[in-house]
């Protein structure tokens, strides 16, 4: 499972205030909550230190009997600077260098000060004043990542005001077009330029729904107002400028998430999945996007590929992204979960993301293989020497069982590739192909369709969209967690890959097998009651015999479900029995095989030699006499599939 609510703790402040990590001490956060609270809390101690500026208890009071106004979510700011200095905003600014044992106001009341929006909070029958209701506040605070000492502020009621002296001078840079009144949701200096912020304003108490979105490159002398793509009715909470493109913007909005590729000149929606929900605030951390909802947190993995999607890609037909590395890495398994109110961990694997210009026309329903096979869209991976470790394909590969089969039902099987117009997003588990399908094998251990991981290096990855290809590299990264030393993981690998192909090789043999019987009954049955035909009926029905035995030493055909295996019927579990485990064993772990799997594999190999000679030897003895007297007759000769 992902993670759950046993994965959170409660780490300080109350149900809607803000909080910040302490950058000079891991495992120390800062929370707050109405009436200007904010505690200090150690991790794996227990501690909350109230650390506020006045602890004042100002429950069923107007905001106009305090000392000083905080809004319920007063904003709460670390240095990007100095790791001991933290921000907290009430109507004025404070500061501490001592983890809240001192605080210092660092500038005058900052807000519009309009005494008639301060009043005690209610009608003539309830009245309700918790912190919420509380006006005239600083409601974002950031100090600028390009210059210590710069800080932007902006209030609840439409200002934003900026000092370049750490708060000895203050200067009003409220955008002439920014609403009065309204509610500055975000302020956020460039991380490169000290001269250049973005500004979002809420409207909506002001009974306007329109996004509102600033620039700044002078320090707020002019602004210059942004939105081009953006709704016209949806309302804004957030920008943030990519902390490796200054021209990349994400902002959150009422409905969804935009982005920019210049600077904020127009926007596009990077909704993908995510439902209509408000995206209150976005962080940029370890190349991912983390959104903060009214009702949950999203990430969207690996932003490498958006990074890279300059105009001129748009015009292609295609183009594959270079993808981030992944680690290689195994999750342990918990029986104690409850699976109930756990959020989906992010895929396993390497992100690939891919560029189609135009839309892919779905497969009709009644299409052929070959009217499947032409259309399709693939992606090969390679490793290092060029040797082919995985396909994947638009098609989608059917699944070994049905929907009803008594031991293994599966859903239909979805392709691994998606077609759709623009971007596009897969995930590639750095696992091999698995073994060659036996359709309808029935085993009681192992699953011969779980390849096993790809060793750590570089690999080649080589999209085809009608008849086109197009390369990247991409990495896989060794678990540093791993117990064993990287000889070890190959020999770990390198036996998986030995079992696969041992099935490769079995299952190939079954179905010569199985193609030679079919076609030696399909000869007995048409020469039956031809006198002339007397000596090929014998040795028809030698060879289908032969092929019944080869094919018993091979694997369980009568098995219809599991437990006829395990019942013994026939002789209980044979040889492709004996590789599954194997194959599937050695991949729970990167350790290299025992010395139990080693003896075991050189005995199944040595079995599968024994089976194959049996093969060979029917088709050099029984099979060319029968071929022989098919041919005297005139009747066509037995066709083996090829790699047998």
């Given at each position: ?49 109230n650390i ?25 700011a ?6 001991n ?25 900052l ?42 502020i ?15 001078n ?10 009065a ?41 002019i ?6 793509g953006?709704p ?13 493109d ?10 969804g998430l ?6 904020g ?18 962080e940029?951390?370890h ?39 992944a ?8 029986w ?37 096979d ?8 390679l490793?290092?020497q ?71 290096g ?23 967690r791993t ?13 998986s ?21 079919d ?10 009651g ?34 006829d ?12 029995a ?6 599937s ?40 006499r ?19």
């Amino acid at each position: 499972n992902g993670p759950g609510t046993a994965d959170f703790s409660i780490v300080g402040g109350g149900e809607a205030g803000d909080f910040v990590y302490d950058r000079g001490a891991p495992g120390h956060i800062y929370a707050g909550e109405y009436s200007g609270y904010i505690s200090h809390y150690q991790e794996n101690t227990g501690n909350f230190r109230n650390i506020s500026i006045y602890p004042r208890n100002l429950s069923g009071h107007g905001a106009e009997d305090g000392r000083y106004r905080f809004q319920w979510t007063a904003p709460i700011a670390a240095s990007p600077h100095d790791p001991n200095t933290l921000y907290h905003g009430a109507n004025v600014l404070f500061r501490t260098t001592d983890r809240g044992t001192h605080w210092q106001a660092i500038s005058p009341d900052l807000t519009r000060n309009d005494k008639t929006r301060q009043k005690w909070s209610g009608g003539p029958i309830t009245g309700d004043n918790t912190g919420v209701e509380v006006y005239d506040t600083i409601f974002s605070v950031a100090e600028s990542p390009a210059a210590a000492g710069q800080i932007w502020i902006g209030t609840d009621d439409g200002l934003v005001q900026l000092t370049r002296d750490g708060g000895q001078n203050w200067n009003n840079v409220t955008p002439p077009k920014l609403p009065a009144w309204s509610t500055v949701e975000t302020v956020e200096p460039s991380r490169r330029d000290a001269g250049t912020a973005y500004v979002v304003a809420d409207a909506r108490r002001l009974n306007d729904e329109r996004p509102y979105l600033f620039r700044t490159r002078d320090f707020g002398k002019i602004w210059q107002a942004l939105g081009n793509g953006l709704p016209a009715d949806e309302h804004l909470y957030v920008v943030r400028e990519d902390p490796t493109d200054p021209n990349l913007l994400y902002v959150g909005s009422e409905r969804g998430l935009y982005f920019s590729r210049d600077a904020g000149a127009s926007f596009q929606s990077l909704r993908g999945n995510l439902p209509a929900l408000n995206v209150a605030d976005i962080e940029i951390k370890h190349d991912d996007l983390i959104l903060g909802t009214r009702r949950g947190i999203w990430i969207l993995d690996d932003i490498s590929a958006l990074r890279a999607f300059t105009p001129a890609i748009k015009i292609e037909a295609t183009h594959l992204f270079a993808p981030r590395p992944a680690h290689r890495f195994r999750t342990d398994a918990r029986w104690d979960n409850d699976p109930h109110g756990h959020a989906d961990n992010a895929p396993m694997g390497l992100n690939i993301t891919y560029w189609l210009k135009d839309k892919r026309k779905d497969p009709a329903p009644d299409a052929t293989p070959a009217m499947l096979d032409a259309g399709k869209i693939t992606l090969e991976i390679l490793d290092a020497q060029g040797q082919h470790v995985r396909t994947l394909t638009s098609v989608p590969i059917p699944n070994r069982y049905s929907q009803d089969d008594p031991d293994q039902p599966q859903k239909p099987a979805k392709p691994e590739l998606t077609m759709d117009q623009g971007l596009n997003r897969i995930q590639w588990d750095l696992r091999y192909d698995g073994a060659t399908r036996l359709e309808d094998a029935k085993i009681d251990a192992g699953d011969p369709d779980h390849g096993p991981m790809a060793l750590p290096g570089v690999y080649t990855l080589k999209l085809t969209v009608d008849g086109r290809s197009t390369t990247s590299q991409a990495e896989i990264l060794a678990d540093p967690r791993t117990p064993v030393s990287a000889d070890e993981l190959r020999q770990n690998v390198n036996f998986s890959l030995q079992a696969r192909s041992a099935l490769n090789r079995l299952t190939a043999d079954i179905t010569a097998v199985r193609a030679i019987r079919d076609q030696a009954g399909d000869l007995k049955q048409r020469t039956a009651g031809n006198a002339a035909a007397g000596n090929l009926q014998k040795i028809a029905a030698a060879v289908i015999g032969q092929c019944d035995l080869l094919e018993n030493r091979m694997h369980n055909p009568d098995a219809k479900v599991v437990y006829d295996v395990l019942a013994g019927r026939d002789g209980g579990a044979k040889l492709y029995a004996q590789i599954a485990p194997l194959f599937s064993d050695i991949q729970s772990s990167d350790y290299a095989p025992t010395q139990g799997q080693l003896d075991q594999m050189t005995e199944n190999i040595a079995d599968l030699k024994s089976v194959e000679d049996g093969l060979a030897g029917l088709r050099s003895g029984d099979l060319a006499r029968l071929e022989a007297d098919a041919a005297a007759l005139n009747l066509p000769r037995v066709i083996v599939p090829l790699g047998r």
